[in-house]
T-cell receptor, first 115, second 113 residues
């Protein structure tokens, strides 16, 4: 079954440390996205990618880097984790740009706690 | 860019009653409006969507209404059940740049027995 798999499911990181969140999709989708979820803010886009070896900034990219080494894999990197980056992070994939993205598929999320 | 506002952060209804969740958007060019459901501690799952070429879409107990003139869309759930309790997110496709989904802030629906 096509899916988006995130790892780890949860993580505790220390302030100033490096954190890498991983995402793998078997949907054969071109687009992949990283969102963060904070209470009362819905989901906000951090980075996205529409092709391997290329990433784009979303609405809140500061403090985050992204890497798309292949169509299936998309990572989110926090080089210097900060307390404000405590959140739940969701990866998603979709097949095409433009209208009618009813195949947007979300991973199960990564709960990150920065202490 | 597109902004989506979801006006109720919480909504409580009695089992069997109807629930209505409202959203507004800013980009007149937006053409696709999905809704997602998030149960406690879980990921988001697609529930229903509507495209801008129609103003109403129904799927079983769910109906989405779209008013393009007012830039408003709403999710109607009839005959609510306890398992409908969840956070519901509305979203719109941003029509330029990344074609990303822009989300509302979510509505916590509680269906009381």
């Amino acid at each position: 079954e096509a899916a988006v798999t995130q790892s780890p499911r949860s993580k505790v990181a220390v302030t100033g440390g490096k954190v890498t969140l991983s995402c793998h999709q078997t949907n054969n989708h071109d687009y992949m996205y990283w969102y963060r979820q904070d209470t009362g803010h819905g989901l906000r886009l951090i980075h996205y990618s529409y092709v391997a070896d290329s990433t784009e900034k979303g609405d809140i990219p500061d403090g985050y880097k992204a890497s798309r080494p292949s169509q299936e894999n998309f990572s989110l990197i926090l080089e210097l984790a900060s307390l404000s980056q405590t959140a739940v992070y969701f990866c998603a994939s979709s097949s095409t740009s433009g209208d009618a993205n009813s195949d947007y598929t979300f991973g199960s999320g990564t709960r990150l706690l920065v202490i | 860019g597109e902004k989506v506002e979801q006006h109720q952060s919480t909504l409580s209804v009695r089992e069997g009653d109807s629930a209505v969740i409202n959203c507004t958007y800013t980009d007149t060019a937006s053409s696709y409006f999905p809704w997602y459901k998030q149960e406690a501690g879980k990921s988001l799952h697609f529930v229903i969507d509507i495209r801008s070429n129609v103003d109403r879409k129904q799927s079983q107990r769910l109906t989405v209404l779209l008013d393009k003139k007012a830039k408003r869309f709403s999710l109607h759930i009839t005959a609510t059940q306890p398992e409908d309790s969840a956070i519901y997110f509305c979203a719109a496709i941003q029509s330029s740049g990344s074609w990303q989904l822009i989300f509302g802030s979510g509505t916590q629906l509680t269906v009381m027995p």
